[in-house]
């Protein structure tokens, strides 16, 4: 997809790359979560039937949560998953711009011969080099 997208649409192809990448790194993120909470109810499900959890206390009383802290809490949490959504998404964008910024440096040992020094040393491929 990507491809076709700077094929076509050049112009958008760095917003396409930063939004798969986010993209990719979001369902990562949910694969690993919903892993852990998986093999967690696994092992909660099995100790259950195995008789390993303790019997509910009969002192324990389930409370209704206040509803204005509840309303806060998903308000500091919408905003907290908003910042981080962008930090991310301009990370991203840091990295794939960055990447073309680094020229790519090729060193070989080849041609290199003995009487420029012992092979695989940088004063053997600066002199085999000039």
């Known amino acids: 997809a990507q491809s076709v997208v700077e094929e076509f649409f050049p112009n958008y192809a760095l917003i396409s790359a930063v939004f798969a990448m986010t993209l990719l790194q979001g369902i990562l993120l949910f694969n690993i979560v919903m892993s852990t909470v998986g093999i967690f109810y696994i092992i909660v499900d099995f100790m259950d039937d195995e008789g390993f959890l303790p019997e509910i206390p009969k002192w324990f009383t389930p409370q209704t949560p206040n509803v204005r802290l509840s309303a806060l809490k998903n308000t500091g949490l919408t905003l907290f998953a908003v910042f981080f959504g962008i930090g991310v998404c301009l990370y991203n964008m840091d990295y794939l711009t960055s990447a073309v910024q680094t020229n790519p ?26």
């Open 105 to 130: 440096v090729t060193v070989s040992h080849r041609g290199v011969s003995t009487q420029n020094g012992a092979q695989n040393t940088l004063e053997a491929l600066e002199k085999t080099s000039r």
